[in-house]
């Protein structure tokens, strides 16, 4: 539920199409918003608008369906649709990006909420999920112990925004700087601190 994630996803995907077979890819959710059933605060949609609007200037072809802040109950909580990831997962790891992508798409796209559990459960069948077991995992004590597990991973490797880029050799953390139109500069980096992958 990043904005910036979003529009990163293009970007993202290329870099990922360009990287060696000898570099292993994990994603992480970071967590970002805890919990709540609180009206997000009319500055927060405010901010939060602007960003977007940053976004599409930003890197060219982005989308956003602005109707979100006016037919849907802004919330600011993130950790539902983590756990859809985390969720979806379970139930193979081919539904990690189907699971990221239905989400971004219900809400920069279709203006549907993902902090409702109602959305993720939609998307969780429209990816073709069993539907009857995501409801049970999404709010399941492995799935709660996951969470917390990659939201600290995230903070020892000082991934504190999103998205956020880290390359791991020989045990040390290496912060990727993030270039949000070029796949290239990102690659050029990562061949870099790896001369011999």
Not at 49 to 62: D, E, L, M, R, S
Not at 78 to 92: L, S, W
Not at 147 to 169: E, G, N, W, Y
């Amino acid at each position: 539920m990043c904005s910036w994630c979003w529009g990163f996803r293009n970007t993202f995907q290329q870099l990922l199409d360009r990287l060696p077979d000898t570099v292993e890819v994990r994603k992480l959710v970071g967590g970002l918003a805890s919990d709540s059933d609180s009206p997000m605060p009319i500055a927060m949609q405010s901010k939060l608008q602007q960003t977007w609007q940053h976004i599409q200037q930003k890197i060219p072809g982005v989308e956003f369906n602005f109707d979100f802040w006016t037919t849907c109950s802004p919330r600011r909580s993130t950790y539902p649709a983590c756990r859809a990831v985390i969720a979806a997962t379970r139930q193979g790891n081919e539904f990690e990006d189907k699971m990221i992508l239905g989400i971004q798409t219900a809400y920069y796209l279709q203006a549907r909420n993902p902090s409702d559990i109602s959305t993720l459960s939609a998307i969780a069948n429209e990816i073709g999920l069993d539907q009857s077991r995501f409801e049970t995992d999404i709010q399941s004590e492995p799935v709660e112990n996951e969470l917390h597990r990659q939201i600290k991973q995230c903070r020892d490797m000082h991934a504190s925004s999103f998205p956020s880029l880290v390359l791991q050799t020989g045990g040390i953390y290496r912060s990727i700087p993030v270039d949000y139109n070029s796949a290239d500069n990102m690659l050029n980096s990562i061949n870099e601190l790896t001369p011999t992958l």
